[in-house]
């Protein structure tokens, strides 16, 4: 069922370390992980919950704005937001949030939503790879004061204040009625992220922070200053904003690890090793002696 009204949405992504090439050594005294000892991606369930913003604009209008909190390098998943046809982005980033937790990650998202306002829709993955917590999505809807719907899949109708979505869930399926504006945690299955538009990559491959020129400048030297670059961009509709901790109004206490009361207190790697083996001679009489094996032991009947 379609409607007349639309629909602006903002959705909350991060940029995690690839958690496939994890160690012991990515792993810092005081519990936090050294980032940059990782490769950096884009948080995959983040991808699903952009592609379900993207595609409510697409049927029923209004404007996507995707959010990260971040160090400057995570700059690279706003970039990718926009290949993939967002209308605006912002960088939340500030060396006082370094090492928050997820309360003091939602608290900081919750003033940038609140700050950027007029917003019917809030989009985030159901998790992170690098915490798996699935908390922070819940924790902004709290502190915002709005619903929120979990484990979303599916948007089934969205009609002038009220959402219906369906749910997936271990035991099967949910549809949950909602009254705007609400936060929605995306799962994995919800739908296939698009790919970066080869257009888009080249109307926005200059796109760029301000925290990042001093980097940029080292590639265009022709650019000369800070200064130089800055105007280019901004000329253009490149430059990317950065908010920062005072630009949001947040408090200090509230922010990186003094407003984080969960720290890691230690990491354990578990390693599977062959306790006991026994080799199986590849004929007929070794087959029929392992299956008997396996079911006096009553793990085949």
């Not at 000892?37 to 995707?66: I, K, S, Y």
């Not at 990718?80 to 006082?96: C, M, P």
């Not at 309360?103 to 939503?113: H, M, R």
């Not at 204040?161 to 869930?169: F, K, N, P």
Request: negative net charge; hydrophobic residues 40%; glycine residues 6%.
């Amino acid at each position: 069922m379609s409607s007349a009204r639309t629909y602006n949405s903002i959705v909350l992504v991060k940029q995690v370390p690839d958690t496939k090439n994890i160690t012991g050594d990515v792993m810092k005294d005081d519990g936090t992980m050294n980032r940059s000892a990782l490769p950096a991606v884009f948080n995959p369930e983040d991808l699903n919950a952009l592609e379900m913003a993207l595609r409510v604009r697409e049927q029923h209008g209004g404007q996507v704005t995707v959010m990260t909190m971040g160090p400057p390098q995570a700059a690279e998943v706003l970039r990718e937001s926009l290949y993939r046809g967002a209308d605006q982005v912002v960088l939340i980033s500030d060396r006082k949030f370094a090492g928050a937790d997820t309360l003091a990650t939602s608290y900081a998202l919750t003033c940038a939503v609140q700050k950027q306002g007029d917003y019917d829709l809030i989009f985030c993955g159901r998790q992170a790879i690098d915490g798996d917590t699935a908390q922070v999505g819940p924790q902004t809807a709290e502190k915002l004061g709005i619903p929120q719907i979990t484990y979303a899949e599916t948007v089934v109708d969205l009609e002038g204040d009220e959402l219906v979505v369906e749910r997936a869930l271990p035991l099967g399926k949910e549809l949950v009625k909602c009254m705007l504006p609400c936060l929605l945690t995306v799962v994995s299955t919800a739908n296939q992220p698009r790919p970066a538009s080869a257009r888009k990559r080249i109307e926005y491959k200059l796109a760029a922070t301000p925290l990042e020129y001093r980097s940029l400048l080292k590639k265009w030297p022709e650019f000369g200053t800070e200064e130089a670059l800055d105007a280019y961009l901004e000329a253009r509709d490149m430059k990317l904003p950065v908010w920062s901790a005072a630009d949001v109004g947040i408090q200090d206490g509230n922010i990186g690890l003094a407003g984080s009361p969960t720290q890691v207190y230690k990491v354990n790697f578990v390693v599977l090793e062959t306790a006991e083996s026994k080799e199986v001679s590849a004929d007929q009489e070794g087959i029929a002696a392992l299956l008997e094996e396996l079911i006096q032991e009553y793990i085949v009947g």
